[in-house]
């Protein structure tokens, strides 16, 4: 047996390296799938124009078995920690399938020879997804599958939109279809958050955290050290003031269940007493131990390899959010808190491109399941599809930003079965 594994991994390897370049295939091990490859994929800077040069795209590529259906998962980021060797996204689970994950373009090690990013966009990123699958095609002559989560789930969308007849079936998770640079919609999801027992509570420790500022900054900077991270060139004091006001946001997203932000938060604060941390005293309260989730708060601020091409994109095309100051004003060091400095000399918004993606979604979007979590914010911006169209969309109760198919009612995950048994034409989903 293990002769015969070990040949076919030969076999495949020889042919990714005819494909691809010997330098550019690395055969890994893994336990949950027969053959692992990291794969360095050419592509062009620019799919309309390749005297713009090339650039090196990371995928990794999880194969069992070439008659099983591939799921490729569109990354909105570069490849995540979590995604080693033994992960496999739940529509892979779902279909025992293979699976291609790919890395987006300006992100991680996915990153043309060039600071212009007139090139990230969603045509461009959807022509990388189409540019692989057409590599691998040959070898999986099966179903296709894309998922994706949060903006890896909106890159999704946009694959179907630019290439609508690339793949078979689309999950995705946590899709937010934002409009405009601040989409007033997730302020008010906020705002009727602040309405409620819990939101109240929150809202209570936003105050009471700018109102003991001069007293906990230090410690904020201190809790950045030990978390290992820096305030970079942002003023600490607008970063603190960034912290407290993304503290909500984060609660919904992430948490929405105050009990387990405390446990976490007393985690936190032992893990960095254990690394020297010497400032726990000073947080006497229980209010005082929630800056043990500022780290979370804000770090996609001090990452310039994450925020730089993420609010570029979000000033461009994908859309964001903002913050309702006015509501702690005299505690907030600067009158606004855009993001938008983040993302650089860029275009300006493209109302162009959202609305002829909208009306895609609403109007010719077909063979995707939609699944968002009840408490998340980003679920108020969900993408509006036509309810007669083959599609299916979920909003979970009790759910968030991490909700998966898997948090479904048992009705609602035979309405899963039916629809991905029809569409890639198998009975085995295990769901």
Known sequence: MLINTASRAQQLMSLLKAKFGDENVVLKDS????????IRFRQPVDHFDTTKGFF???VLLGHNDAGKPMVIETNGYEILPYQTVKYRSEPAVILDANQLIVEHRYYGH??????????LNFQQVSADYHALKNAFEDIYKTRWVSTGGSKGGVSALNYSFYFPKDMDATIVYAAPVLEGVEDERITRFLDDKRETATGKKIFAIQKYLFQKKAVLLPVFLDVLKFSGLSSDDIDPEVLYDFAVLEFDFTYWQYFADFD?????NKKVLAQLAAKGFKDSSILVSQNDSMIAAFPMCISFLLDRRLSEPYFYQSFTEMGCYGYKEALFEGYLKNKNYSF?????????YSRSYISSFKKFLKQRLTHTILVYGAEDPFTSCKATIDAT??????VIPLTNHLTQLKDLGKPDKEKVRKALA???DTENINL
């Open 110 to 119: 996915s990153m043309p020879g060039t600071t212009d990013k007139t090139w």
């Open 340 to 348: 938008e400095f983040l993302a650089g000399r860029h275009p300006g």
């Open 31 to 38: 336990s949950v799938f027969k053959e692992y490859y990291a």
């Open 389 to 394: 169209a083959d599609n299916l969309l979920f």
């Open 56 to 58: 090196m795209q990371t």
């Open 260 to 264: 387990k932000l405390v446990s976490r």
């Open 422 to 424: 029809e569409w890639l």
